[in-house]
């Protein structure tokens, strides 16, 4: 199914307010989303016999810089029976304060794939995801302080007593 | 402290109660690399494996962040550090549809880039059954594997100056031109090396005790296997034929004739660790066959002329234009993607996201190791076939 098509069904299935907006400027398109409807948005686009987006190749957390404060997540599915991609995108403003984390649903229901991936996005930017059932740290040790890629990240200097250098 | 965090320590506090709780790992020998897995037994039976990860973290996307796109191929290389190759021509390739160059490259680069991709695979199997031998208590074919590996890390570093780690494909273009004679030594390579996997088949595809060892054993079926993203020969394992050199078609790969070989139980039942295994013996012969027909190309049409100069195409600056792009292709493990975000003003991309097929292939050990005996746990963490460096990044 093409890309308008896709629009059309979402469109149809959840109302218009479901896509707040696309991107089709560069050599793949994206469908930005309402940030708290992904997960029913990816369970109709893997179920639906016309879509069958059925496998979850990447799911990434984005961190758009300090001044436009607003962090994001970026899924890009795949159809196994269809071979086609389709790249969705949600986002949020946040204060970037460390007691206030970004927060989306989790589609760990959806793709298991989801899993390891949202650990990492909540490892490494500090994005929460709701409803995850087992959301900790998964490359860094799990007493870490602060969020590695953030754009805002400091260099820790000592890890336990420990000189980094 | 999170609360996902005090569940699981409060989990592993009751297990220690009732059950016993095992480490297996970090430095265990058939956890291939740094992994550890707690397990939660009953006697000896797994009634939960905890993967827990790390170990290798070098920051790659923190590095990518910081560094030009040249600059990061050399990390690309230590992502997947048994098929060095492989990654970098991902990157590579992603960065190059990004700048819209990807359609100047020459003919005799793409070849040379799928020859020494397709050399790098083989290599990249003969480790996994290879040391999958060792995990299940065959010793012999992992000397035979790593000897007929060493031929080709020969080749390859005469190519590059490398054993393992190359940074040979540049985004327009090759570090170098082949080396005069190289077509001739993987010529004869390929020659030496068919009868020797005949060899390897007597000795342990046939062979009865690691039949009774794989057959039956961490059966994944197909739906698992999707939902939870699994790839490459672990998808193929269990009977889906989804090869992104198929499906995409990238670089030169509609040109080369070749099969995908799936698995379908012959030994037990479909996407068992047999079958994960043989997929591997069966694409080592089918990439045999893409070396030989590139080889052809290279000796004919594409040859070597003394004015070609692999670094004619290669862009001074790299500033692709403001977009997001993610690139997909076959690894040597699965479905390798990079997702980039470029400003379009900086030669450092804003973000890249790195997709390891091991990560996802990695992710489904819990799921299809409940209730298995730890014996049988090696076999299944043997046949998943993952590289630390490339779950961690």
């Known amino acids: 199914m093409s890309f308008e ?42 179920n639906n016999p016309d879509t069958y987006f059925d496998f979850l190749s990447s799911l990434s957390g984005v961190d758009y810089g300090v001044e436009v ?66 959301l900790r740290r998964i490359l860094m040790p799990d007493d870490w302080e602060g969020f590695p890629l953030r754009k805002d990240y400091k260099n820790a200097e000592y890890y336990k007593g420990i000189k980094i250098d | 402290m999170n609360e996902a965090l005090q569940r699981y320590t409060k989990k592993i506090a009751n297990a220690a109660v009732e059950d016993m709780v095992l480490n297996m790992g970090p430095q265990h020998p058939s956890t291939h ?8 037994t009953d006697g000896e039976i797994v009634k ?100 007929d590996r060493e031929h080709i890390m020969g080749m390859l570093e005469w190519a ?7 940074n040979y494909i540049w985004v327009g273009g090759l570090f170098y031109d082949l080396p005069v004679g190289f077509e001739e030594r993987c010529r004869e390579f390929v020659d030496y090396f068919k009868p020797k996997m005949v060899e390897l088949n ?25 939902n939870y993203g699994c790839s490459g020969p672990m998808l193929r394992g269990s009977g889906l034929k989804w ?30 660790c047999w079958d994960r295994y043989k997929v591997r013996i069966d694409e080592i012969e089918q990439s045999l066959k893409m070396v030989e027909q590139c080889l052809d190309r290279l000796q004919k049409e594409l040859k070597r002329t003394p004015e070609f100069d692999p670094r004619a195409k290669m862009p001074r600056k790299i500033i692709p234009k403001a977009q997001d792009y993610y690139v997909r292709c076959e690894g040597a493990k699965g479905e390798l993607g990079f997702y980039f975000m470029c400003d379009g003003k900086s030669e450092i991309p804003t973000r890249v996201k790195s997709r390891g097929p091991s990560f996802s292939n990695l992710s489904v050990l819990p799921e ?10 090696i076999a299944i963490v043997g046949s998943i076939d993952f590289v630390l460096g490339e779950v961690d990044r």
């Not at chain 1, 946040?94 to 990492?120: C, G, K, M, T």
């Open chain 2, 368 to 377: 299809i190791s409940k209730g298995v005996m730890i014996a049988d746990l």
């Open chain 2, 33 to 40: 690399g740094v992994l550890r897995l707690e397990l939660i």
């Open chain 2, 243 to 272: 090869d992104l050199r198929r499906i995409d078609g990238y670089s030169v790969y509609p040109e080369l004739e070749f099969d995908i070989p799936v698995g379908t139980g012959l030994m037990g039942s479909v996407g068992d």
């Open chain 2, 160 to 166: 590059s100056g490398s054993r393992m780690l190359y």
């Open chain 2, 202 to 226: 007597e000795l342990l595809t046939d062979n009865q005790v690691f039949i009774s060892r794989t057959a039956n054993v961490g059966v994944l079926p197909l739906d698992v296997a999707i």
């Open chain 1, 69 to 134: 404060g607003k962090f994001g997540v970026v899924y890009h599915l795949a159809s196994i029976p269809y071979k086609t991609q389709l790249t969705l995108k949600i986002s949020k403003e946040n204060s970037r304060d460390l007691a206030d984390l970004p927060s989306f649903p989790s589609i760990y229901s959806v793709y298991r794939s989801a899993d390891w991936h949202e650990r990492e996005a909540y490892d490494m930017l500090g994005i929460f995801f709701e409803g995850h059932p087992d």
């Open chain 1, 5 to 46: 098509g896709i629009k059309a069904l979402l469109a149809a299935k959840f109302g218009a307010d479901v896509i707040v907006g696309e991107e089709t400027g560069g050599l793949q398109s994206a469908l930005l989303i309402d940030a708290d409807r992904i997960t029913d948005v990816c369970l109709e686009l893997r």
């Open chain 2, 48 to 147: 939960e494996v905890i993967p827990h990860l790390g170990y290798l973290h070098r920051c790659f996307e923190k590095h990518a962040e910081s560094l030009t796109y040249q600059q990061t191929i050399p990390f690309t290389d230590r992502m997947d550090y048994l098929a060095s190759m492989n990654n970098s021509h991902a990157f590579v390739m992603g960065v190059e549809r990004m700048m819209g160059i990807d359609k100047d490259i020459p003919k005799r680069i793409e070849y040379i880039r799928v020859l020494v991709c397709e050399l790098n695979r083989i290599a990249s199997h003969l480790i996994a059954i290879g040391t999958y031998g060792i995990d299940i208590g065959a010793f012999t074919p992992f000397l035979w594997c790593f000897r």
